[in-house]
């Protein structure tokens, strides 16, 4: 580690895998809290969506019949917290007959090569 | 190499929680360093100290203490993800106006702000659960 990296906070490549639904499970609102605390420290952040994962940032969630708390707003914020780099799964989209129409925030959609490349390029990779 | 462990699942439910388990102490063993390992979601449910498993079966929570006294591991719970699942420490218990704590030996409670500089302290994160 060099004297520069010590002393301005050494910068990580940190992805954030979400591969699950928002509801039925509770991964994928904590994960969003983990990106949240986790922009605090300045890292160069990722974020992509991949099989049912993509159903977070579809649009019109309705979460009004099962009392749930409807978290997807939040997606929208990331921008503000310099979280930017956000991608999608080609393939999952797909399967699940979304386009990025049906999306509530700006991704880049990947070929499942494409998200391989970008995983093996990170230095963390937290998985939800 | 210096691991950091993350822990997403809850002792007896999924066997994630086992394999952690058997990931650090073994990482430990063959000399390497644990920077820290760090309960999130369900995960939070390996720290407390009320878990009486049947006499014939492995104490997971017992287990995650003996091995940080051994090894002076560091054992994080999240706070958010505990103040949800009602795993609280005597400040913790206090602050949230309640009548009792239930955290186990060897473990602290923390922000998620642990989890993120244990993976810029790292050489290698791993997270075990689905």
Redesign the interface.
Known sequence: MSEEMMEGG?V?K?LYVNR?APYGT??AL?SL??VL??A??E?DVSMVFLDDGVYQITKGQDTSGSDMKNFSPTYRALEMYDVEKLYVSKESMEARGLTTDDLIVDVEVMSAAEIRELMESQ?????? | MKFAI?V?EGPYTHQGSDTAYQFTKAALEKGHEVYRVFF??DGVNNGTRLTTPPQDDRHIVNRWSELAAKHNLDLVICV??AQ?RGIADADEAKRNGKDADNIAPGFRIS???Q???A??QADR?V?F??
């Open positions: 050494e990580k940190f699950k509770i991964y904590e809290e983990v605390i986790g605090a420290f890292q230095d963390v990779v937290l998985s939800f | 993350q997403n999130y979601h958010a993800a949800r922000g998620l702000g989890l993120i500089e993976g810029i994160l997270v659960g689905d």
